[in-house]
């Protein structure tokens, strides 16, 4: 019995975790090379998780023969609601990953 509680509780907090990851459409005017990096990639994911003032967040590009894991990034949570794609992947790396597209 003592297991089943603990299993049961085990399955409730992965449900929960499990609805906690949606997904949202963001429209961006960012400009070159944010937005044209969502034209031409296949896929363009920006995960990310708010932690009161901050939100640590990742890019994942997809295209048909390559994907791009971005590192993770701290960063205000002000910067992240004014410009989420250029503070989750520097403009560098944008352009590098548009530039293999």
């Known amino acids: 019995m003592k297991y089943l509680i603990i299993?049961?509780?085990t399955?409730?907090?992965f449900s929960?975790?499990?609805q906690a990851n949606t997904t949202i459409k963001l429209d961006t005017d960012?400009?070159?090379p944010y937005k044209n990096l969502?034209?031409?990639?296949?896929r363009v994911?920006?995960?990310?998780?708010e932690n009161d003032h901050q939100v640590t967040c990742k890019v994942s590009v997809q295209t048909l023969h390559n994907q791009?894991?971005?590192k993770e990034q701290t960063v205000s949570a002000k910067q992240f609601k004014k410009?989420?794609?250029?503070?989750?992947?520097?403009r560098i790396k944008a352009k590098q990953i548009l530039n293999m597209l």
Do not use: F
């Open 68 to 70: 791009y894991m971005g």
């Open 83 to 90: 410009q989420p794609m250029a503070a989750c992947l520097t």
């Open 16 to 18: 929960n975790q499990a």
């Open 38 to 42: 969502i034209n031409k990639a296949q």
């Open 7 to 9: 299993l049961v509780i």
């Open 11 to 13: 399955l409730i907090s």
């Open 45 to 49: 994911e920006l995960r990310y998780v």
């Open 30 to 32: 960012e400009g070159y």
